[in-house]
């Protein structure tokens, strides 16, 4: 059974940059497709970012495009998302979470998650 | 409108069934899936492809869908149903929503 475990949350001021990462364990990663999820303080889920298999294909919620970025070494089984030009509503929990992707988009394996906290 | 729109609470007693509904304009067109999570824990994948339940999960959550409802129905609440529940769908190629989410309270 695969695990995902998250790093790299902390606390940033407004206009900071952060960098996540996801480690996964076992050896099927690289088959994965794979999200960034999260959930703001006492708020629902907000699906954020997505990237392919192979990295080749990636998509961004609207509410990140242009400030965040993710990416994948499938050779180290990590996934990272770059958040740069933080804002206090991106103070979050941040889950990364295996995407399946047919005949629909749903998550069916979730990490612990790590809180991100922009605030001056 | 491309969002997914559910009650923000609803309360059974135990043994009831409980039914949480999930509007939205995609669902004629798109699956959805449905999450649990439970306070302090993380989100659990109950139901995928409008009705199929995902492995492991207890044979009393079943899900539908006509329209643009998707419904997840709880058979025979149980105090461990307590928590919020998400639907989930696909509004087109790389743009996913999740409904604001119900809170279940079982009293």
């Known amino acids: 059974q695969v695990q995902l475990v998250e790093s790299g949350g902390g606390w940033v001021k407004p206009g900071g940059s952060l960098r996540l990462s996801c480690a996964a364990s076992?050896?099927?990663?690289?088959?994965?497709?794979m999200s960034w999820i999260r959930q703001a303080p006492g708020k629902g889920l907000e699906w954020i970012s997505y990237i392919s298999s192979s990295g080749t294909t990636v998509y961004y919620a609207d509410s990140v495009k242009d400030r965040f970025t993710i990416s994948r070494d499938n050779a180290k089984n990590s996934l990272d998302l770059q958040m740069d030009s933080l804002r206090a509503d991106d103070t979050a929990v941040y889950y990364c979470?295996?995407?399946?992707?047919?005949?629909?988009?749903?998550?069916?394996?979730w990490g612990r998650g790590t809180l991100v906290t922009v605030s001056s | 409108s491309s969002g997914l729109t559910q009650p923000p609470s609803l309360s059974m007693s135990p043994g009831q069934t409980a039914r949480i509904t999930c509007s939205g304009d995609?669902?004629?067109?798109?699956?959805a899936s449905w999450y649990q999570q439970k306070p302090g824990q993380v989100p659990v994948l109950l139901i995928y492809?409008?009705?199929e339940r995902s492995s492991g999960i207890p044979e009393r959550f079943s899900g539908s869908s006509s329209g643009t409802i998707a419904t997840l129905t709880i058979s025979g609440v149980q105090a461990e149903d307590e928590a919020d529940y998400y639907c989930?769908?696909?509004?087109?190629?790389?743009?996913?929503?999740f409904g604001g989410g119900t809170t279940l309270t079982v009293l």
């Open positions: 979470a295996s995407t399946r992707t047919t005949p629909n988009w749903y998550f069916d394996l």
């Open positions: 989930q769908s696909t509004v087109s190629i790389g743009t996913v929503v």
């Open positions: 492809r409008d009705t």
């Open positions: 995609a669902l004629p067109n798109q699956y």
């Open positions: 076992g050896s099927t990663f690289r088959n994965f497709y």
